[in-house]
């Protein structure tokens, strides 16, 4: 089971995200495009840190953000 990532804020990485991890969530989604999915390279970049702290995986869609819109 995936947890989607859409608002990673610092709270949310070093809080939320470890807690989901602990009660079993083991992967995390983020989407590089769509206007209201969207992170930016610095939060997919903090998202796949707290995955590394946690042993999650992260899945991705790595469309261009710019290039599509």
Same mark, same amino acid.
């Given at each position: 089971?995936?947890?989607?990532?859409?608002d990673?804020? $610092?709270?949310?990485?070093?809080?939320e +995200?470890? %807690?989901?991890?602990?009660? *079993?969530?083991?992967?995390?989604?983020?989407?590089?495009?769509?206007?209201?999915?969207?992170?930016? $390279?610095?939060?997919?970049?903090?998202? +796949?840190? %707290?995955?590394?702290?946690? *042993?999650?995986?992260?899945?991705?869609?790595?469309?261009?953000?710019?290039?599509?819109?």
């Open positions: 089971m995936h947890q989607m990532v859409t990673p804020t $610092d709270a949310v990485v070093s809080n +995200l470890p %807690a989901i991890a602990e009660g *079993g969530v083991g992967s995390f989604k983020v989407f590089l495009t769509y206007d209201l999915l969207h992170v930016d $390279d610095g939060q997919f970049i903090s998202v +796949l840190e %707290a995955a590394k702290r946690t *042993g999650a995986i992260v899945c991705v869609h790595c469309e261009n953000y710019e290039a599509i819109r």
